[in-house]
């Protein structure tokens, strides 16, 4: 039987967050004027998991954290090949905490690091410039924890289609997948507004947006009277 496992709100959020992954990790690496981009993608990403927090409680049934994080019991039944249902599985479930966990890590230093020669985080001017310091360390110590669980995720991929003879790319594109359990229920229309006007309202705060401006810097000392 043919039913849907994944609403578009949970797909677009996924292959969203995998777009600015990637795009925060190439500009990183290119550095100079490409920091303006990383600091954008870093704001979108906070965006999406905040998204995504809110779908876990209000989304459809398979993208909701109660259907999905479960405890060692489970675990260890999939471990034994005795678990059965659809969406995420016990142990991806970790995977899918470690991930936005790390990903929220990495965005929350990153607001308020700077590198030392023309990028400052949207954030930069609510702490000294040690503390900033001390936010970049952090975020760079985290970015290979990122990058293993990113392989883990895709060896987890190729795992399924090789020995499982299951796709997990197509019922993320499609939302649909053979199965005996029942299709995905509720996220509606109500669900998603709350969502979105919540993400918005985290990019807002992290942007630094509503920070008062900074003072016009002197053109030059005031001019010596004559006598």
Known sequence: MRIRVWDLPTRLFHWLLAACVLGSFISAKIG???????GRFGLTIVGLLAFRVVWGVAGSTYSRFTQFVRGPAAIQA??????????????????????????????????????????????????????????????????????LLVLAHLAA?????????????????????????EDARGGGVAALCVALLIALAAVYGASGAWLPAAAPMSAGAPATPAW
């Open 78 to 147: 999939y471990l034994r090949g005795e678990w059965h249902g659809e969406g995420h599985n016990p142990l991806g479930a970790l995977s899918v905490l470690a991930m936005l966990a790390t990903l929220l890590a990495l965005a929350s230093t990153g607001l308020f690091a700077n590198d030392d020669i023309a990028f400052e985080g949207p954030l930069y001017a609510l702490v000294s410039k040690e503390l900033s310091d001390r936010f970049v360390g952090v975020h760079r110590l985290i970015e290979p924890l990122l990058i």
């Open 157 to 181: 991929i190729a795992y399924y289609v090789r020995f499982r003879k299951e796709s997990l790319i197509m019922p993320m594109v499609t939302g649909w997948k053979e199965s005996g359990e």
């Open 32 to 38: 100079g004027n490409a920091m303006v981009w990383h």
